[in-house]
Each structure stands twice: as C-alpha cells, then as structure tokens.
C-alpha cells in the first residue's frame, strides 16, 4: 500500500486516519490507555469491508496516520503493510463493523471508572447529567473472558443492538460513531459519568432525580439521536495541535 499517494491530498482515507490517530493521542493524554492493549477502529471511506486499527506493540501516544494498519472484516491484514494487530480486535471491531453500518468508529477501552462501573450489580447509575444521556441508551454484555471469537462477536453486537455505548462486565467500556468526533465525545461522556458516579457512591446520601426528570433530561441529551461531537471534535484538534501535530505524520 503506497500512503504517499494517500498523502497530503484530500484524500478520504487520509483524512480518516488522521482523525484516528487523533483520536489515540488524545486517549493517551487522558491516560485512558492501557498499555499496548484496547483498540479503536475506524472503517475507511468508500471500502465497507475494510477499517483501520492500532499496530498491536504500539503505544496510544506512538500512533500516527501512517502507521495504522488496514484489515477486512475477517481480520486479514491487507497486502503491503507491516505489522500485527490484537485478535480481540478482530473479534470485538470487525462484528460490529459488520452489524452496524452506522458504526463509523467504534472505539473499546479499559478504563478504570469504566471496569469499576462495569463491575457493579447495576451498572450506571443517575446520579448525574453526564449519566442520563445514557439513561435507556447504554446496554451491557457479560464477561466471558477474552473476547476473541466470532460467537462472541454476534453476541457482543447483539446486545449492543442499536445503541451509542456499552458497558463490557468486568472489563471496560466501549462506544460507536457515525463519525471518529462522535465515539470519542460519546466516550469521553461516558467515562466521566463513571468517575462521578464512583466518587458519588463515597457518601451513603445521594440524590437521584425522579423518574420523570430522568427520562426528561435523557430525551434532551439524546436531542433525537443528532450527531455528537461536531462542534467539540475540531477544539480537540486545535488542543493536541498545541501539545504534539506528529499524529498527522
């Protein structure tokens, strides 16, 4: 695969794994990465059997455009590149690649709010407004172990069904995008509705809306289904510019 002729054109492919390796940067700087573990895809423009994902050995904060790799949806390393990719990546991204055509992006980590929340009897609680948005939106799979099958796969994507964000029992959060904006502002929200709730539950007196309040706020923060990170994708750019521009490399 030549990436000289992908760059620095306008070409879609370009554009979409520059937006990628963003997105892996700014996990890092969060400190959402967990080694050289968890994955976040991205399928490329105009090819529906094939997404781009992280070189397995490559730290979050060492990702750039030119060194993400291209697979098809059965896992197989497309010709002319160099390097191997995570089997749970081909489990857990290439069945929901192929169920959810919505699914743009779709990004899997192994934060600690996450696992925390992830491991409670019942799951995300809401005590806050970063919460409710996924109030009747957030769906949960149990732990099987590693995920590394096909079976799993369909069962994965099948209880994800047709929502924005998931939580993976006792192993982390994972949420998809029509855009890579979308998943990333998607889990960032999420993330932070874990971290509040995990400090909430420090005190025995908390205070949950009513009911009504909660479906009320959760249809306003849904707004619908409108796309989400349209306006917050291009401020984090402008941001990780400022630190380190060599995601675009």
Known sequence: MDLM??????????????????????????????LIYTHISAMVPGE?????????????????????????LHGELLPNQSGIVNPTGFAIHGAI??????????MHL??????????????????????MRFMGHLSYHDYEGVAL?????????????????????????LTVGRTIGEAYVVMATLIKACEVQISALSSAQLITPNPAIIKKAAAELDDAGAQEGILEWPALLRQLDRIDPSYKN
């Open 97 to 106: 690649h192929q169920a959810r055509p919505d699914a743009f992006c779709v």
């Open 149 to 173: 099958t096909e079976a799993e796969g369909m069962r994965l994507t099948n209880n994800l069904g047709n929502h924005p964000a998931m939580l993976l029992r006792n192993h982390g959060t």
């Open 48 to 72: 529906p059997d094939q997404y781009l994902i992280n070189p397995f050995g490559i730290g979050f904060e060492e990702i750039t455009a030119s060194n993400l790799l291209k697979v098809n």
């Open 5 to 34: 002729s992908l760059h620095p054109s306008n070409s879609p492919e370009w554009a979409t794994r520059v937006d990628l390796a963003a997105c892996y940067r700014l996990c890092a700087l969060n400190r959402w990465d967990d």
């Open 110 to 131: 192994h934060n600690t709010a996450g696992i925390a929340v992830s491991a409670q009897r019942d799951g995300l609680l809401p005590l806050s407004q970063h919460a």
